[in-house]
Every structure is written in C-alpha cells, then in structure tokens.
Nanobody, 124 residues
C-alpha cells in the first residue's frame, strides 16, 4: 500500500507562484512514476504533469507547459509541482498520484494510488 499526502496549496493572486509537495510512504517510492492531476468544480479530473521513476522524463499538459515544473527527490520520497505565472483557470483541487504499471502517463486510469488533494485558488 502507498500513502500520498499533498501540501502547499492555498490562495494566490494571478501571476503568482506556488509549490505543491507530495510525500509518499509505503512501498518503494523510487520504483513508481508520479503524476499530478487537477479537478475544477463541475469538471472532470485532468492530467497536469508526470515524471518517470528516475526523473529522467517528464510530461505536461499543454495548458501548463512552460509555467509548471514537476520534479522529484527519491531520497525524501517526495514529488513537487512548481507552479509559476498562475492563472484563475488553474484553480482546482490538485491530486498527486503514483503508478506502478505501464500505459500512458497522461491517463488517470494508469495510476494506482491517489492522495486526498490540496486546494489551489488563483484570484484575478
């Protein structure tokens, strides 16, 4: 079993920055790929970013490319999402997820474990 706990959400003005963290416990963190998803009110959960188990490859949704950066520290069992130039449309609950199997990093069905989420609100 893997437990994921997100932190770092909050209220920020448009143009500002936040860094989300996701601390993992349980099975060996360094063996799984990690992703961030988000869900805005009334919308489906959508892919934001993902990173491979060694951190050698990362993937981003077009809507956040160039503004968000995913990274991981396997020694600390933590994955991060640095969010810059935030926009009101980035407002959502952000979820961390872990995957131990294959398939597209962009598809939430390929993730095995999920955190509880952290709220990010961007005011205009």
């Amino acid at each position: 079993q893997v437990q994921l706990v997100e932190s770092g959400g909050g209220l920020v003005q448009a143009g500002g920055s936040l860094r989300l963290s996701c601390a993992a416990s349980g099975r060996t963190f360094s063996s799984y790929g990690m992703g961030w998803f988000r869900q805005a009110p009334g919308k489906e959960r959508e892919f934001v970013a993902a990173i491979t188990w060694r951190g050698t490859n990362s993937y981003y949704a077009d809507s956040v490319k160039g503004r968000f950066t995913i990274s991981r520290d396997n020694a600390k069992n933590t994955v991060y999402l640095q969010m810059n130039s935030l926009k009101p449309e980035d407002t959502a609950v952000y979820y961390c997820a872990a995957r131990i199997s294959g398939g597209s990093y962009f598809d939430l069905v390929n993730y095995n474990y999920w955190g509880q989420g952290t709220q990010v609100t961007v005011s205009s």
